[in-house]
């Protein structure tokens, strides 16, 4: 598929048609919220804005979660009109957070079979989940319980919407990611993905991608995506991801009492 066909897929099906685990949906005239049931960060995901009316509708939304106390992240893609949206986000007081380059994969033109002899453990129990928030915690020297607590949570009320694989070693977890598949959607989206620095260049990196793979075209998706970092992307486009645009997190906190 061409790569703006690709491009006007994701648009619809994770942004305009989504509908996300632990969320209520809420559709105005111009965006597209999704409040979380749990507490945790609100998204908005889309907009229908233009140069006209765009300062407006951010000014009513942000006051909106400043209302409500609530913390909110609204994702604007390249793509998105006006062309200053980003501006008038942070002129509402928005803290613009590191861009993101939007990768997808065509599973059926990837190598699922692997070139090494690495070990990859699909993760099911609670246990796993705590190998990986240890995991996380000391490779990014702070806490993920919450991480923890949402992947068990999400693991045990839908079991077949979520994948989690490691890699161990001498019975220590040394490699994870996962794995969500979007319902309704063509797309199954990659999460995670931390090696400890000293297992790193082993291709423990390729190996979690090959799994995931694997298990998405078992289940019909014929996509992966991801959002990279700067460092991420050049490993994904070596593994055949290819880049359809850029994400921009622009985050409204909620105060602190």
């Known amino acids: 598929m061409e790569k703006q066909k690709l491009l006007d897929l994701f648009h619809q099906e994770l942004r305009v048609e989504a509908n996300v685990q632990g969320y209520i ?49 609204w994702k604007v893609y390249s793509y998105d009109q006006p062309e200053n949206i980003k501006e008038l986000l942070q002129d509402e007081g928005f803290i613009l957070e590191v861009p993101e380059a939007l990768m997808v994969l065509d599973i059926k033109q990837y190598n699922l079979t692997s070139s090494n002899d690495v070990i990859v453990t699909e993760i099911t129990d609670k246990q796993g989940i705590d190998d990986i928030v240890a995991l996380e915690d000391k490779i990014w020297n702070d806490s993920h319980s919450e991480l923890g607590e949402r992947l068990w949570r999400d693991k045990q009320n839908n079991p077949n919407s979520i994948f989690l694989y490691g890699i161990y070693k001498d019975e220590q977890l040394v490699s994870a990611a996962w794995m969500y598949l979007e319902r309704n959607a063509s797309f199954a989206s990659l999460w995670g993905g931390s090696t400890l620095p000293e297992y790193r260049r082993k291709g423990y990196y390729q190996a979690l991608i090959q799994a995931r793979a694997a298990k998405a075209l078992e289940y019909g998706y014929p996509f992966l995506t991801v959002d990279a970092s700067k460092m991420s992307k050049p490993i994904l486009e070596n593994n055949g991801f290819i880049c359809l645009t850029y994400s921009y997190p622009c985050v409204l906190t909620a105060k602190r009492s």
Do not use: C, P, W
């Open 25 to 73: 949906k809420e559709e105005t005239d111009h965006v597209i919220r999704y409040m979380s049931e749990l507490g945790e960060r609100n998204f908005i995901l889309s907009s229908n804005l233009n140069e006209h009316n765009a300062k407006q509708v951010i000014n009513h939304e942000a006051l909106y979660f400043k209302e409500l106390n609530r913390e909110l992240e």
